[in-house]
């Protein structure tokens, strides 16, 4: 019954940040590696971050890794994705999901995902 609900979703122009946000309930939480995904028309969902389940050890895909930041809460049952610098290409559905398994970059490691958010940057 784990379910994840993401919220942080918007327009943003050419550039800009956006924060996302996810709450997992219906498990215990640190149990779980959390991973960020995106999903854009006519491509496969890819991955973009992921998280252990303390927090000390994450991975980024390298398009973003110098421009996005994955992050827990674990008092709060919350995964964030700060997202910077922005661009047009990157507009997309965003996905977080949830791992009882491995941390890792696959999102055949993951066991539960959210319903996504979608994230559209302007030009």
């Known amino acids: 019954q784990v379910h994840l609900v993401e919220s942080g979703g918007g327009l943003v122009q050419a550039g800009d940040s956006l924060r996302l946000s996810c709450a997992f309930s219906g498990g215990q939480f640190n149990a779980y590696a959390m991973g960020w995904f995106r999903q854009a028309p006519g491509k496969e969902r890819e991955f973009l971050a992921a998280i252990n389940w303390s927090g000390a050890i994450t991975y980024y895909q390298d398009s973003v890794e110098d421009r996005f930041t994955i992050s827990r809460n674990n008092a709060k049952n919350t995964v964030s994705l700060q997202m910077n610098s922005l661009k047009p290409e990157e507009t997309a559905v965003y996905y977080c999901?949830?791992?009882?398994?491995?941390?890792?970059?696959?999102?055949?490691?993951?066991?539960?995902w959210g319903q996504g958010t979608q994230v559209t940057v302007s030009s």
């Open positions: 999901a949830a791992s009882i398994r491995a941390t890792g970059r696959s999102d055949r490691q993951y066991d539960y």
